[in-house]
């Protein structure tokens, strides 16, 4: 019996650690992102939570609260955030900033993935054929991929998950208290994505992370149009 996957690469331009819609970002348990983030919804942070890069949030009404933030911060109103950078923004309260500077939100920007490529990498998962219900691992060890999970993704208590092809989950995606989730060493330099079509939650010391070399990301995608709050 012999076992055959394959790696496939599309040239997907990805410039931000986390773009989200308007559903926006909640950052909890001193969790990070590493890079830049863009969203169309508000950034709300507790408990210590950071983003290391340049912050942008589109469009009127919308705010970042409580947050510490590495670099530049781009927004129409802040509340009590750290910004080591300037801070562009029309108001602010308990902030903390190198500059203000006085300037309208930025506008939304299209998200650089098509629907075809979401159709395209749905089709990859659901190649390797179709788990269905729950699947939750709690402790040890397990390789999955390329795999359509008919249910939720749930990895948790120290459990890794090594990912061996794009996974496509028709629920909500969990992953929490020290979980971990990474690419197969056999994606070299390239990257991988789970797509969800509910809710994804990393929380409480979880880790998410590519195949070991440079280049190499794991990609979280959402298509729920809900948001979780």
């Known amino acids: ?15 931000y650690g986390a773009q989200v819609g308007s559903g926006g970002i909640e950052l909890e348990n001193s969790s990070r992102i590493i890079g830049n983030v863009f969203s169309d919804g508000n950034v709300v942070s507790v408990s210590g939570a950071e983003i290391t890069g340049t912050v942008q949030v589109a469009n009127s009404g919308n705010s970042i609260d409580t947050a510490t933030i590495g670099a530049d911060a781009f927004v129409d109103h802040c ?31 299209p998200f650089p993935i098509s629907a075809a490529d979401v159709t395209a990498w749905k089709a990859d998962a ?22 359509k ?28 208290n020290s979980g971990i989730i990474r690419l197969d060493s056999g994606y070299g330099t390239t990257s991988g ?11 409480n010391n979880t880790l998410s992370t590519g195949s070991g070399q440079a280049g190499s990301y794991l990609m979280y995608l959402s298509t729920s149009a809900l948001d979780p709050a």
């Open 1 to 15: 019996t012999e076992a055959v996957y394959e790696l496939r690469s599309t040239g997907v331009g990805f410039f």
């Open 79 to 109: 509340q009590d955030t750290d910004v080591v950078g300037n801070l562009y923004a029309l108001t602010e309260n308990g902030c903390t900033y190198a500059s203000l500077i006085l300037q309208s939100p930025p506008a939304s920007v």
């Open 126 to 147: 659901e190649a390797g054929g179709t788990f269905t219900g729950d699947y939750t691992r709690n402790s040890g060890i397990s390789s999955f991929g390329p795999k």
């Open 149 to 176: 999970i008919d249910g939720n993704l749930v990895i948790e208590n120290t459990a890794e998950l090594v990912m061996t092809g794009t996974l496509w989950v028709t629920g909500n995606v969990t992953v929490k």
């Open 193 to 203: 994505m789970i797509i969800a079509d509910g809710v994804i939650t990393l929380e």
